[in-house]
């Protein structure tokens, strides 16, 4: 089962979001994806280059290196952690429940890192695949439907890749303000799961790279806020982000004492991602 590719599996969440109320769905969520990329020709010039540069500068930090070591395998659980189960993991159940086209593209990007934290688990991801590829379609992600194909023999998706391409995908479509919300709930999710297990997590970072979450978390925010008077529902993004602008760790110390302190905020707006 193993074997079986991320791209079968999004193959068949196409085939699935095709047929039914799902092609309904699509095609709502494909109207209003139009709207918002008709409401965003009105940015300014200044503006587009100003995402553009925070676009380029969160594509450039990547994964946290936590979270890129969990992907890459190199987060060794023991046997007996993985008889423990994950139960902090966003239900999947809760997909079903998405309205708007917001909570479904945030809900992409916590599924993704859960799926990631499922697999370090020993966990099955069949179902992971089909709701990720369900939401990709809903959203009009093609980045991540294309993203999925690039790995195709392991059981991982590449995400780097996939911050590159749909940074580049959304810019074009004029719905930059969904990379902006995707990447706001993937750092979330991210800060979510270290937060639960900072002495493990913590390793993996050094001075720089606890710097770069501080910088991770001002571009996010920098880039929520500047499209709020386009996109008011991006509110309630930042109203999540608002607790945890103390974020300001330049080294591995300071970042694992933020994590510490914020740990019961980063939960609470972890939480109501999907609401």
Known sequence: MKKITIACMLAAALVLSACGNNASKKKDAQTKADETSQQEQYLTEDLIIKLDSLISGFQKLGMMPNMQAMIDGKVVLTDKEKRVKPTFLMPLTKAADLVTLSQKNRAL????????????????????????GKLAVETDNQA????????????????????VTMGEEQLAKEQVHMFFELAAAAMLESLYITSLDIPRYITY???????????????????????IPYHPELETVKGLLEPLKVINAINVKQLEEQLKTLAADITVAREKLMD
Do not use: H, K
């Open 109 to 132: 990007a916590v599924y993704a890192i859960d799926r990631e934290v499922a697999t370090m688990y020993g966990l099955p991801t069949e179902e992971y695949d089909q709701v990720i």
């Open 144 to 163: 991540m439907i294309d993203g999925a194909q690039i790995n195709v023999e392991v059981n991982s998706y590449d995400m780097n890749s996939w911050i």
């Open 205 to 227: 970072f050094n001075d720089e790279t606890a710097a770069d979450v501080t910088y991770r978390f001002v571009l996010v925010v920098d880039g929520v806020e500047s499209l």
